[in-house]
Each structure stands twice: as C-alpha cells, then as structure tokens.
C-alpha cells in the first residue's frame, strides 16, 4: 500500500471539509440516487442522514445491497472510544446504526476500545477509561437496539476471545504502514501501534460482509482491512462515511471535548441547552433585527440550520420552509435557535428515559443476550 | 532511557562474545566469590553454573538473597518461544532454574510466547505455533518441576489475565525506545513491537522480587523493566545472566535452528548424537594423533570439552583430570568425545523418559495445579 499523508486522520480534523476531495483522496465512492432508491425499495424508507447526504461516501455499500437481496445478509460494526461523557455527534451514528438493524434485521456489533483511549489520552486513567466504558455503554443501549442481536463488548474484556486473530493480523502490518496510515510517530506508544491490529477484528466475527458506519475520517482503518481480509477468507469490509456534525461555536470546528461550549452533551439539563444554544451556536443571521429582515440570514453557515439539518428536524417540508423562511430574514436567529433547542430537549429527554432503564439491559448486550453469549462462546481465527 | 545500540539483541548473536564487556555495556554487575559463598549458605551447594561462572552476571541477585534470608521470598520467572524443536541449549538453563525452584522452595512462571516466534518468524503458521507450544511444555516439564509451584502460560491463551496490566505498561514504552532496546527497525511488524509489553507482566505475577535467570542477550527487555516497574508499586526485576552454549561446529557459532549440526535436540537418538559429536564438534586437538601426543589440545576452544564444562561433567575433580590430560594430549580427541557422547546419552535417556509422563501433568502445570489455579482466577493489575 502507497504511504499517503493524510490530513484527516482518526484523531485530527481540523479546518473547513471539501467532502468531495475526500471521496477523491480516500477512494471511495459517492452514494448516488440509484443505491439510495435501492434502499428505499429494500426498507420502505430513507433515514433522513442519506436522505440528506449526511451518509454521502461508502465502500461496497452496492455489494452489501446484493448480499441483502439475495438472502446471504451482512452485520454491522461500530464503536466508542471511552474517554469522557458522551455528546450529540458521537450518539447520531449509533442512531444510524439502529436504523440499519431495524431496517435489514442484521447483528451489530459494538467495540468499546477503553485500552485505545487509555494509549491515547495521556491524563485518562485506566480506571476512568473503565467507569466511561460503563457509562458510555449506557448511552449506547439507550439508543434502543435489539439486545439478542448486539453485541457490546470491551476490548480488556473480550480480549481472550479476539486475540488469536490479532495476533494473525498483527504480522501483516509493519510499522512503515501504520505510521503512513495512523500518522504514528517515533513518540507513539506501542500500545497504540498494536491497536490497529484489534480495531480489525470485529470486521471477522461472521463469515458475511461487514458494513461500517462512520465518519469519513475513521477510514484509513479499513482500507488496511481491505489490504488483508481475503487472505484469511474474509470479505473486504464494507463501509458507509458520514459528514462531521460541526461544533455548536461554528460550521468549520469540531466539538471538543475539552471544551463544552462546542458541544451538546447527552446529560446537558434543558437549562444548559439553552444556554449553549442561545450563547454559542454560531448564526448566519444579520447583526441587526433590521439589517436580517432585509438582507436575511445564511442556513449554510449557520449551525442551528445545520443541526436542524443533519437529524433533528426530519421532516422535509417543514425544513424547507424553515431554510426559506431564514434565508428571506422572516425566520430571527433567535427563533431559529427556538426550533433547535426544542427538538433537541425533547431528543434528550427520550435519550434520558431509555438510558435508566438501560441499566437493567447491561448483562444482556454484553453477556448474556443470544449474540453477546454466542460471541463468548467462540473464538475468532 | 538513552538510546543505545547494541549487537547483542535477543534475536541475534553474533561472533566471539567478551563477556566482561557485556557486563559494562549492560551496566550489570559480575556475580562476585561473595554472592556464591552465600548462595551455598543458603542452599548448602553451588549449581554447577554458578560455580564455574556459566551464569556470570547479574541485577540485584543480592537484594534477591537478603529478601529469602528476611522471610519475604521471591519468585522466578523464564519462558520458552516455541518455533521449533527445543535443543541442548534451549533446555540447560531450565535445569538450572529448577535447582533454584528446589534450593529456595520458590514459584517459577514459565511463558511461552507463541505470539512472539509467530510474529518473529515469517515462516512459522499459527498451527505450528500451537504444535510447538505443546511439544515445548512436555520438554519442560519433563525437567522436574514443582507442579503446584510452576505454572505454564501460553500468551494466547493467558491473554485474558495479562491484558489489562500490558495495557498500562505498553502506554509507558513509546516507538522511539523500543526501537533502541530491541533493534526494531520500520518492517517490523506491530505485534512485535507491543511485545515487549507482554513480556514484562510476568515480573508482576507477585509482590515479590522477580529473579529471571536467562542468557545476557535478553537483558535488555529488563532493563525497560527496571525503569517502570516502581512506578506500579512493583520492584525492579532482578537477573541472574548466563554465557551463551556454543554450537556444536564452533566456540564462537550459535546454535541455529536450521543447521541441525550445530545442535543436538532432545529427541535426537543415541546414534545421532554419536554422529553429530563425532563429525561436527568443534576440536581442540592436533590435526594428527602424533601431533595430538606432542603438542597436546586446548581445551579452551574445544566444544565437546566445553560442554562437558557447562553442565554433563558436574563434577569438578573429574573436568580438571580431562582438562590436564587432554592439554598434556593425553586425552585423544575421540576419547574427550566418547565421554561427552556418553554424558548426552545419558541425559536425554532420563530426560525423554520423564518427557513421556509429563503427558499426564500438562494440566496440573497450565490449569489446575495449585499455583495455575491460583493464576487462572486472577488478573494482574
């Protein structure tokens, strides 16, 4: 494999996106209107983040199509990285991904990479890594996933079961290939250096085609999957890539854990939310009442649009009117900023709900349900 | 750490080794008359390696000998890479080992690092790594260990236990020093990189000072050791370091896997061992029996002589009366020969007979013995 310099890596994005360049740069494909016609055909309907064009990339996703219709079927694979609480851009692709369940019926399968994190984040402990892992977790079941056909598992525990594969996997990437990949230094920790190898494996826990959900930055993990998967009599996984969701302070920033003005995090009191909307989410809208009645505002850059956009107002018709509303100046900013705050307490307030209950759920996504005790049950090689 | 280059690295020996400089590029310590004397108060004997300085070096054997005088024990730990056939030499320094066990009454952990010769050597199939791993353990086992205080661990299948610490260590050791200890280069492979993690947590199997009793080469994994093992609240490991065996065909030659003349196997027969011996090993003497009685041989780069040294003439009267004879040609070199053939044959007729009922201990030393039970319901952290 060709050692390119990658701006986006897993762990650095940064700047205003060209998604286009990056389907260009990364090689994959656009999601054209026939494979998206094809979904609807299969499922009835179109989630509104393909409608949209927030899923906008893929690998192989027409491949995984055909396996569907042809009743060989796929699974899915995703995952969280437990360093800290989570927020709105890291809970919608798990919505996504409980789409994808529901709508094909497929297993999905959720590592929770608490020894990643722990490599990465010099200041995590090992014991938050844990208590994030659980509280995480949480979150995650409060999406509402089918609990017999998920399988939540963190990789210091479930480390027995993929290890043998790992350490097959570990002997075909050479440092030369994960430093031009994962953009690893001299200073990285060998910790981290191995993890590509365990990041793999889940793509290996059935012999059908694997279907990833992400943003687009977390690409260059698969493509050395790609690289090596047939040569254990695996298939190439398959990918589908997601627009970032930008931060709350601006349409070309990233939420940041570090600070939580950037952010909505999943346990933000209605209060909070507010507050963070009203305060920091960065308008297209005039300086002036007069001046946005006559000039109007901008949707395109501003994030309460983009939120709106992205998940929160699902309803195309009403979005349109909102945008040509705001655009004409008829929509305030602070009207506007209404809209969101409202759709995204009530999102929180189911999310809350589900999430109590979720803790009676825990054994059974990640032991106990039929996947998760099939899972410990086998090992992979 | 300071990044120094050494030729001796644990995958490569080579040439005429000076031992004493050894001791000064390691920074250890030479074992002094004092350490031995003491050792023989302890035990009421002195090991043959020690008494003709086979095992020559050491890191903190003192402090080792004052924690078993004051009560508080230590433990031993050494492991087997399991790519082949185990010879002559992969078998000594267990024997050795087992004396310390029965001397200092103390537990002895044996890693076989199946992940590591995987990833190590290209040619080697994970099945083979598995034969071996197997084959491996019934040769030491075969050495007489103490079943209730030896336990037997295979990384692929321990893995579940020492993950958790390795995790914790490997964040501690960045590329940079890896690659200045071990040798490690851009080919290599990820998984060996993060070996070194591994192979520390045994060190931490108790609170105890740790005693690795091993060839000098493999120092340098301890040294890493020593640097972090304090900052977990665990001691520095101590060493005890021995000379290299020569191979057959050459005081200054390594044995090598692939040229079975340089070596002979445990499970070579008699016959073979006789003609090894007398084809291959390296001789001190005179090209012709007239010379030989004229000039007398040496000893001193004699091989067979040299084995005889190391370990199958134990005792000390009769090695001087062969040493005197053959420097004064006394002694042919086909008689110096006959005597190790002897030996040899001898030793591997006791070894293979307690190899076949090592078949029936297996699990006592990896599951079920009282130390490997003890092991199996613990995590290391």
Redesign the interface.
């Known amino acids: 494999m060709a050692a390119n310099n990658f701006i986006v890596t897993p762990w650095e994005v940064e700047g205003k996106v060209d998604y286009n360049k990056l389907i260009e740069k990364f090689g994959t494909h656009k999601i054209t209107q026939e494979i998206k016609d094809k979904i609807k055909k299969l499922t009835g309907e179109l989630h509104v983040m393909l409608r949209r064009d927030i899923f906008f990339s893929h690998r192989d996703l027409d491949l995984v199509l055909s396996d569907y219709e042809n009743g060989k079927g796929f699974f899915t694979y995703t995952g969280r990285g437990p360093s800290g609480p989570m927020h709105i851009g890291h809970i919608l692709p798990f919505y996504f991904t409980k789409w994808i369940q529901e709508k094909f019926d497929v297993n999905v399968y959720i590592e929770i990479t608490d020894?990643e994190k722990?490599?990465v984040k010099?200041k995590l402990s090992?014991k938050d890594a844990q208590k994030w892992s659980y509280e995480n977790i949480l979150d995650i079941i409060a999406v509402g996933f089918n609990p017999d056909k998920t399988f939540i598992f963190q990789d210091?525990?479930y480390?027995?079961n993929i290890?043998?594969m790992a350490?097959?996997v570990?002997?075909?990437?050479?440092?030369?290939l994960?430093?031009a990949v994962f953009g690893?230094?001299?200073?990285?920790?060998?910790?981290i250096?191995?993890f590509?190898?365990l990041q793999i494996i889940p793509t290996f826990f059935e012999r059908k085609r694997c279907l990833i959900p992400s943003a687009i930055d977390q690409d260059p993990y698969w493509r050395i999957q790609r690289d090596i998967a047939e040569s254990f009599g695996y298939y190439k996984t398959a990918a589908i890539h997601s627009k970032f969701l930008p931060a709350l302070t601006g349409p070309t920033q990233k939420m940041s854990a570090s600070k939580p003005e950037t952010a909505i995090y999943l346990n933000d009191d209605e209060k909070i939310v507010r507050k963070k909307i009203f305060r920091y989410a960065f308008s297209g809208g005039q300086p002036t009442i007069e001046m946005h009645r006559k000039l109007g505002g901008n949707p395109d850059i501003d994030v309460s649009f983009i939120w709106l956009k992205y998940f929160f107002e699902p309803d195309d018709k009403k979005l349109k009117e909102i945008e040509e509303k705001y655009r004409a100046g008829e929509l305030l900013t602070g009207e506007l900023k209404q809209i969101l705050i409202e759709k995204i307490n009530n999102f929180l307030k189911e999310h809350k709900r589900r999430r109590k209950k979720a803790i009676d759920l825990i054994d059974k996504f990640k032991y106990d349900g039929s996947l998760a005790s099939e899972m410990w049950s086998k090992k992979i090689s």
Chains 1, 2 share one sequence.
Do not use: L, M
Request: glycine share 2%.
């Open positions: 020894d722990f490599w010099k090992y210091t525990e480390i027995s290890y043998p350490v097959k570990a002997r075909k990437i050479n440092f030369s994960a430093k690893f230094t001299d200073q990285s920790n060998i910790g250096i191995f590509p190898a």
